[in-house]
């Protein structure tokens, strides 16, 4: 079965900083995405990042452009998401969702429960 | 700027059938974006019900259907029931590792 797990959530200053984790289990991680999509409160998801296999691609959406990075360490399973410069809209769940990737296929397939981040002084 | 547009809100009959539509504000929407859809309900995460179109992923009912309705992809819901009341999402992917998200439809049941 596969799972996801995020962590590193929290209240952080505007400005702030935050590294948010995502572990991963039940799958040959090397094989596949990885991308973090966001909720703010009361309204609706908002893809954030993806990165390839092998951790050299990035992808992301314009509004975080140059101030959070997606990374992943193959050998823990696991993705990352460098959250800098944090703005008040930054506040959201954070989910981690595995992405497929292949021929005639495009979309996330499994998700993680999700972790809060609030920005805010 | 890409904006993938979808009915604010929609409701049902129970029994009834609905169809959730997901377009783009400039274009077409074709099977070449590979339209996904997700169900949400409050306070869980989102549960992938169709991808590339029209195939349901796994342990998904066959009375969730997706299709392309003119410019549109749709999500239709044959036989809707009490458990289907969630926000519905739509997702396009437009290449170069970018996917857009529309800004989801609220569906309810009564």
């Known amino acids: 079965e596969v799972q996801l797990v995020e962590s590193g959530g929290g209240l952080v200053q505007p400005g702030g900083s935050l590294r948010l984790s995502c572990a991963a289990s039940?799958?040959?991680?090397?094989?596949?995405?990885m991308s973090w999509v966001r909720q703010a409160p009361g309204k609706g998801l908002e893809w954030v990042a993806n990165i390839k296999q092998g951790g050299s691609e990035q992808y992301y959406l314009d509004s975080v452009k140059g101030r959070f990075t997606i990374s992943r360490d193959n050998a823990k399973n696991s993705v990352y998401l460098q959250l800098n410069s944090l703005r008040a809209e930054d506040t959201a769940i954070y989910y981690c969702a595995r992405f497929r990737s292949s021929s005639q296929k495009f979309y996330f397939d499994y998700w993680g429960q999700g972790i809060l981040v609030t920005v805010s002084s | 700027q890409t904006v993938v547009t979808q009915e604010p809100s929609f409701s049902v009959s129970p029994g009834g059938t609905v169809t959730l539509t997901c377009g783009l504000r400039?274009?077409?929407?074709?099977?070449?974006?590979?339209p996904s859809w997700y169900q949400q309900t409050p306070g869980q995460a989102p549960r992938t019900l169709i991808y590339s179109t029209n195939t349901r992923s796994s342990g998904v009912p066959d009375r969730f259907s997706g299709s392309i309705l003119g410019n549109k992809a749709a999500l239709t819901i044959t036989g809707a029931q009490a458990d289907d009341e969630s926000d519905y999402y739509c997702?396009?992917?437009?290449?170069?590792?970018?996917?857009?998200f529309g800004g989801g439809t609220k569906l309810t049941v009564l």
């Open positions: 997702v396009l992917y437009l290449g170069s590792g970018i996917s857009v």
């Open positions: 039940g799958l040959t991680f090397t094989t596949y995405w």
């Open positions: 400039s274009g077409s929407v074709s099977s070449s974006y590979y």
